[in-house]
């Protein structure tokens, strides 16, 4: 079983409101071969929202609001749901930083990115889950 963001699969879960549509991904969802969530929203925090990006380790909103704690329990959450049905796959969403892989935006909320791991991307890997990333 796979484990995918899930607005990947067409949920309409990003900050904006919006998704990220690979039409093969909903494929997969659909066939039941993979499994969709959005660990911010099982973290509690509300679609739309103001972007966070990983600032010196803490999850900050662009208008200032420290929202680490629902980072925390909401990739918590999704791994918990990962691993209850033993996926070893995940297809995450780029640059995210809840679902990115390698590259992450810096903090600066200005487009630009660094090196790193979103937070749910990182739990995955420290339990041994494969991660790619796309889109
Ligand atoms: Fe949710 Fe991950 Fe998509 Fe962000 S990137 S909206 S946390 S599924």
Redesign the pocket.
């Known amino acids: 079983m796979i484990i995918v963001?899930?607005?990947l699969a067409g949920k309409k879960?990003?900050y904006d409101g919006e998704h990220k549509e690979i039409q093969d991904v909903t494929e997969l969802v659909a066939q039941g071969k993979a499994i969709a969530v959005?660990?911010?929203?099982l973290g509690g925090l509300p679609t739309p929202r103001p972007p966070a990006e990983n600032v010196d380790g803490k999850l900050i909103t662009i208008d200032g609001k420290d929202v680490t704690l629902n980072y925390e329990k909401g990739a918590q959450m999704a791994l918990e749901i990962a691993l209850e049905n033993s996926c070893t796959q995940a297809l995450?969403?780029s640059k995210?930083p809840?679902?990115g892989l390698g590259k992450i935006y810096d903090g600066s909320f200005k487009g630009q990115l660094t090196d790193g791991d979103g937070e749910f991307t990182k739990l995955l890997k420290e339990n041994g889950v494969q991660v790619k990333s796309c889109n």
């Open positions: 963001s899930a607005c879960c990003r959005c660990p911010e929203e995450l969403k995210s809840m679902c």
